[in-house]
């Protein structure tokens, strides 16, 4: 029924919002907007991408591992989710500055490393939570969300492609983070997923009900969302620290597990594929949209 499709909903809204700001924002108009006011754009673009390239594979799964011991990861998408839209419309309001421009290079960086930061983390947490849906509907859910996202941001370029000689290229920095906004309230149906310690009461509530629906032991592993998942040391974290604590012991754990367990294995084959996707994505656009 309707209520039932809009967790759905929330999932994909913020899956498709950050291709198209991505897509759009960070990597049309102001690599665009850089090449026209400054000689050396394809280097600064460059270099900004690197820059968050660095700190998503430094932080990422760190602060997932956290958000997940305390039940965090839709909280954690929101905040990054907006903290990305803000700087996406500082971005906006930085170029309109009528200012010098090393001070106005020095603002866009920043604006430029952390909201597309942020965004990215966003989109991490946005997939964590993938796990809430039932097993049977996550290819489906995800494969609306890909094909959603795709057929709107080619709608966006088609319209950059089109009628982008109508308004200024800050102008439609604008206009997307306007309409991005707008439709980012659809991803507070996004649902959350529990902490460990509550997945675990879960499980032993089910034991007690069908023990053929257990997987393991209760102090070992826990049920949810039709899967099983390790808990760390057989019991739930009591305090913040322990669960910071926890969330790196689970990071050192899984890779420790990816010599032997293929489903480690294929989860760290996924990150790989990711990173050449972004540093081709990032050397298409500075080497043949930028270069003469």
């Known amino acids: 029924n309707y209520h039932s499709m809009l967790p759905a909903l929330g999932w994909i809204t913020y899956s498709i919002l950050y291709q198209v700001l991505s897509a759009t924002v960070y990597c049309t108009l102001v690599p665009n907007i850089l090449a026209a006011e400054y000689d050396n754009a394809s280097s600064l673009y460059a270099s900004m ?5 660095i700190l998503s594979m430094l932080t990422m799964t760190v602060l997932g591992c956290i958000a997940d011991q305390f039940g965090l990861q839709k909280h954690a998408q929101l905040l990054n989710q907006y903290i990305g839209i803000a700087l996406s419309f500082a971005i906006y309001a930085i170029f309109e500055l009528n200012i010098s421009s090393q ?4 603002l866009l960086q920043f604006a430029y490393i952390v909201g597309i930061y942020c965004l990215r983390t966003g989109i991490m947490h946005n997939n964590a939570v993938l796990t809430c849906f039932p097993k049977e509907k996550r290819v489906m859910i995800s494969s609306l969300s890909n094909f959603g996202g795709f057929a709107v941001t080619l709608g966006c ?4 492609t089109f009628l982008g000689d109508r308004l200024p290229q800050t102008t439609w920095i604008l206009v997307f983070c306007v309409l991005m906004t707008g439709v980012s309230v659809l991803s507070l149906w996004e649902p959350n997923p529990p902490p460990p310690s509550q997945r675990a009461i879960r499980l032993n509530r089910t034991a007690l009900n069908d023990d053929d629906d257990m997987v393991g032991s209760p102090s070992s592993s826990l049920k949810y969302g039709h899967e099983s998942y390790p808990l760390i040391g057989g019991a739930s974290p009591s305090s913040n620290a322990a669960a910071v604590k926890a969330s790196l012991m689970t990071l050192v754990d899984a890779v420790r597990l990816v010599p032997s367990d293929l489903q480690h294995r294929r989860a760290f084959y996924i990150l790989i594929m990711y990173a050449f996707y972004n540093a081709s994505g990032c050397a298409f656009v500075v080497y043949v949209c930028l270069l003469p």
Not at 49 to 53: A, I, R
Not at 103 to 106: F, I
Not at 157 to 160: A, G, Q, S, W
């Open 103 to 106: 001070v106005k290079l020095v």
């Open 49 to 53: 991408n690197l820059t968050t390239t």
């Open 157 to 160: 370029l088609v319209v950059l």
